[in-house]
Nanobody, 121 residues
Framework: QVQLVESGGGSVQPGGSLRLSCAAS????????MGWYRQAPGKQRELVALIRTDGTTNFAASVKGRFTISRDNAQNTVNLQMNSLKPEDTAAYLC???????????????WGQGTQVTVAS
């Protein structure tokens, strides 16, 4: 089994900051990509940011310059630092990972349960 557990969500005023963390645990051989998605009520899930094993990253245009993503390959964790938050950043934030459970397995996509981020005055 593989589990991804997020933490760090909460409520913050516009302009504030939050740091989300996600830890992957269980039977893990390697993790190719770790990322963050978000989903607001009535909207489709969208990519926020992702980071590959080699450290290269991708960000949604709406968060570039405000959010950063980092990863600890040894600890199988990924963090999302969110600065200058806006009300439109309000959503459930979900962590995912492209993970291989053994050298004989192919990569599979795993998701966490999500953590709520609310940005409001």
């Amino acid at each position: 089994q593989v589990q991804l557990v997020e933490s760090g969500g909460g409520s913050v005023q516009p302009g504030g900051s939050l740091r989300l963390s996600c830890a992957a645990s269980g039977s893990i051989f390697s993790i190719e990509i770790m990322g963050w998605y978000r989903q607001a009520p009535g909207k489709q899930r969208e990519l926020v940011a992702l980071i590959r094993t080699d450290g290269t990253t991708n960000f949604a245009a709406s968060v570039k310059g405000r959010f950063t993503i980092s990863r600890d390959n040894a600890q199988n964790t990924v963090n999302l630092q969110m600065n200058s938050l806006k009300p439109e950043d309000t959503a459930a934030y979900l962590c995912n990972g492209v993970i291989r459970r053994s050298s004989r397995d192919s990569f599979s996509l795993y998701w966490g349960q999500g953590t709520q981020v609310t940005v409001a005055s």
